[in-house]
Every structure is written in C-alpha cells, then in structure tokens.
C-alpha cells in the first residue's frame, strides 16, 4: 500500500510564496496531482504531473503555482508563488497504482495578513 505524505501546514501573508511535497513510500510512476478544497467549496484539481515531466494547471493557478517531480526521491512538489486568500485551502496530493487510488492527509495552507 503506497503512503503519500505531505509537508506541514503553514500561514502565509498574501503575496508571499509556499512549497509544498508529497513524498511517496516507493516510486510512483503514474500521474501525480495536488487538488484543494477551501470550506463550503468542492475540492478543485490544481495541478498535474506525468512521470515523463508533462504538467497542467487549473486556470486560477495559472501562472502562479508549479509543479515538479523528483522521481528519485519519490517527491512531488507544488511551488505557490503570489498567494492570495483565496487559495486558502487544505491541499491533497493523490495518484494512482496498481489500479488503487492513494491520498496524502493534506495540509492547510492559509493566506491571510
């Protein structure tokens, strides 16, 4: 059973910038994403990630947030750069092997002077 974790949460004034990971227990060779979920809204896929490198990114990240792999270390990572409040959420990396789907515990990110 893989197990995805997380780095911890953190608060961060707007326009500051976080790096989140998710670090797998053995080598992943599927697609890596981060999604998020603020409360009272659905969860919203962030980004993505293929084992050959190959990324997309949600529109209201655009720009802002990237998402690299270290497959040698089994880490994904999620650079937020000009956060705002509203990317104030808890954050979720998951992936899929073997036919199984595998969630990190998420970590809360806040943005807020």
């Known amino acids: 059973q893989v197990q995805l974790v997380e780095s911890g949460g953190d608060l961060v004034q707007p326009g500051g910038s976080l790096r989140r990971s998710c670090t797998a227990s053995e080598s992943i060779e599927n697609t890596v994403y981060w999604n998020r979920q603020a409360p009272g809204k659905q969860r919203e896929r962030v980004a993505s990630i293929t084992i050959e490198g190959t990324t997309t990114y949600a529109e209201s990240v655009k720009g802002r947030f990237t998402i690299s792999r270290d497959n040698a270390k089994n880490t994904v990572y999620l650079q937020m750069n000009t956060l705002q409040p509203e990317d104030t959420a808890t954050y979720y990396c998951?992936?899929?092997?073997?036919?199984?789907?595998?969630w990190g515990q998420g970590t809360q990110v806040t943005v807020s002077s």
């Open positions: 998951h992936t899929s092997k073997s036919g199984r789907l595998y």
